[in-house]
C-alpha cells in the first residue's frame, strides 16, 4: 500500500502552530456530540484524540497507514485514559471494508490533494457514511507554497498539487451524491469544506 502523496505528519508542535486548539476546529466543523467520527490520515492523533472528547461516547475511528505513527496514538490514548479513539491501520482507499461500522462523520485532514484516484475515494467514502452523515474536507488552499509558511519554513503540499475550495466541491459532487452544505475558513491557510449524504 502507498501512502497519498505529499501527506507526510508533522509532529504536534508543527501542528500546533496552524490550529492551536484543534476541538474548536473540529466543532467549527461541525463535529458534534453522540457521532461516531473516521479520520482518515489520522496520523498520531492531532484531531482525533480531541475529536473522542467532542463525540464521547461514540467511536473515533483513527485510520492510517503509517504502523508507528497509530502506536504513537494509542500510547497517547493510554495516557489521557481515552476509550473511544480505535486505531486502524489500513488503505483508505477501501473505506467501507476497512471500518468496521458505517459513520456519521468522516474527516480527511490535509490528504485530499494527494489521492490518487479521488473520484474513487469519494465514491467509497459515501458508502462509509449512515445517511445522513457528512463528509468534512480540510484543504490547503491554492496559494502558492512559498508563501504558506509555519515557523519561517514554506509548509503544504506543492503549489500544483492544491485545490480551490470550488475544484474540490466539484470533485466531490460529481463523483458522488454527496449535497454540498458549505464552506468555512480555516485561518491562516486551509478551507474546510461541509458535505451531506
Not at 508533522?10 to 466543523?29: F, N, Y
Not at 503544504?156 to 475550495?165: D, I, K, Q, S, Y
Not at 474540490?168 to 478551507?191: G, K
Amino acid at each position: 500500500m502507498e501512502r497519498f502523496q505529499n501527506t507526510g505528519q508533522p509532529d504536534w508542535d508543527w501542528w500546533s502552530k496552524l490550529w492551536p486548539m484543534p476541538g474548536a476546529t473540529l466543532r467549527k466543523l461541525n463535529v458534534g456530540a453522540g457521532e461516531s467520527v473516521a479520520e482518515v490520515g489520522c496520523g498520531s492523533g492531532y484531531f482525533a484524540l480531541p475529536a473522542a472528547g467532542i463525540v464521547e461516547p461514540e467511536s473515533v475511528y483513527a485510520l492510517d497507514l503509517d504502523e508507528e505513527l497509530l502506536a504513537e496514538l494509542d500510547h497517547l490514548t493510554d495516557q489521557q485514559n481515552i476509550e473511544n479513539v480505535v486505531p486502524i491501520n489500513g488503505d483508505a482507499r477501501n473505506l467501507p471494508a476497512v471500518l468496521p461500522e458505517r459513520v456519521d462523520t468522516v474527516v480527511v485532514a490535509n490528504t485530499f490533494h494527494g489521492i490518487d484516484d479521488q473520484a474513487g475515494f469519494v465514491q467509497n467514502t459515501f458508502d462509509a457514511i449512515e445517511p445522513d452523515g457528512s463528509l468534512v474536507l480540510i484543504n490547503w488552499h491554492e496559494r502558492p507554497r512559498e508563501t504558506t509558511t509555519v515557523a519561517g519554513e514554506p509548509r503544504g503540499p506543492p503549489t500544483e498539487l492544491r485545490m480551490t475550495p470550488g475544484e474540490t466541491e466539484e470533485t466531490v459532487c460529481s463523483a458522488s451524491a454527496f449535497v454540498f452544505d458549505r464552506q468555512i475558513d480555516l485561518p491562516p491557510y486551509h478551507y474546510g469544506l461541509l458535505f451531506e449524504r
